[in-house]
């Protein structure tokens, strides 16, 4: 991992395309400027975290979670 010291209004740059600003320090808090082309996803980590979780519980289906879903809209059995 790299660890920078940065002042508000300094820049670090990543590739030819990503910079990354100190807009703010304030009460223990920095606030961070992103210029990133539009189709690269920036995302919090703590919400990267999650949608990886949601990701790996939405796989763990199986055809018997399926099947029940059948049934359930069907009324009946499922061939399945």
């Given amino acids: 991992m790299l660890v920078l010291t940065r002042k ?3 820049a670090v740059s990543i590739g030819d395309s990503i910079l ?6 304030k009460e223990g ?3 961070i400027g992103i210029e990133a082309p539009t189709d690269l996803r ?6 990267r975290v999650k949608v990886r979780k949601e990701n790996r519980t939405a796989a763990e289906w199986d055809l018997t979670d ?3 879903v059948v049934e359930s809209l069907t009324g009946g059995e499922s061939n399945l």
């Fill in 66 to 68: 399926f099947n029940r």
């Fill in 29 to 31: 808090y920095v606030r």
């Fill in 42 to 47: 920036i995302l919090r980590e703590e919400i």
């Fill in 20 to 25: 990354i600003k100190i807009v703010e320090i």
């Fill in 8 to 10: 508000v209004g300094e």
